[in-house]
């Protein structure tokens, strides 16, 4: 059984990541599909910024999140003075620093399903009178959806073990940034509470296991609904 406060972590963990993955997917979609279908000055570098989350410290995140979208910070005090909203110390900039961290993971799945697709279908659509924006909702994005459901849920799995930037940006705090990693830091640091640490060790490790099966589980429907 699991105590109120452990039940809050896991709780605040799940809508955390939800959120960031779901407030980062039409971007990552977008994204991908720029990558994966254009060629333009600049692309190498826009690639290598989308996965610099990937290989810099989660702290060096958390800090350029800091600096940008705290109060005091270049985006955030815009955003706080004019219309009102923070992403300082709350379950907000948990969700935006479990999207920064997971996006590349979302980007690159989605990607890879895109590069997938034969263009000549697209292009045969296009010579039948479709207009592209037809083409990319009718064909090409069901086509993709293996590889979106990969990146949903890689993501998904990612903004749950979030750690170094969520407490760097945001701080740990109960009930509001809170999350199963940081709540497990919590545990740690406290005499006598290794017990929970490991409950919340174990639901973190079965929860990434159900979105890694999950994801190779609907990844297969929905190619064999397509090949069907």
């Known amino acids: 059984m699991l105590t109120p406060f452990e039940w809050q972590a896991l709780l605040l963990s799940l809508k955390v990541s939800g959120v960031a993955v779901l407030a980062s997917l039409p971007v990552g979609i977008f994204t991908a599909w720029i990558l994966a279908r254009y060629q333009f000055a600049g692309r190498a ?14 702290v060096v995140i958390g800090y350029l999140l800091l600096i940008a979208m705290g109060k005091q910070g270049l985006i955030g005090s815009f955003l706080y003075d004019h219309f009102g909203i923070s992403f300082s110390f709350n379950w907000l900039g948990a969700s935006l620093a479990a999207a920064v961290v997971s996006f590349p993971l979302m980007v690159r799945a989605i990607r890879l399903a895109f590069e997938a697709i034969d263009s000549k279908l697209e292009a045969a659509a296009r010579t039948l009178g479709a207009s592209a924006l037809r083409v990319f909702f009718t064909i090409t994005l069901p086509l993709a959806l293996p590889g979106i459901f990969t990146g949903i849920l890689l993501a998904f799995a990612r903004s749950l073990g979030e750690f170094g930037a969520t407490i760097t940006f945001v701080s740990n705090i109960p009930g509001e940034t809170r999350t199963i990693p940081l709540a497990m830091y919590s545990f740690i640091e406290t005499p006598g509470a290794e017990a929970s640490a490991a409950r919340l060790c ?25 090949e069907g």
Request: glycine share 2%.
């Open 45 to 58: 570098l826009l690639d290598g910024i989308i996965h610099l989350p990937l290989v810099l410290p989660p």
């Open 202 to 226: 174990v639901i973190s490790i079965i929860i990434a296991l159900l979105s890694l099966l999950v994801s190779e589980w609907l990844s297969r429907r929905a190619r064999r609904t397509l």
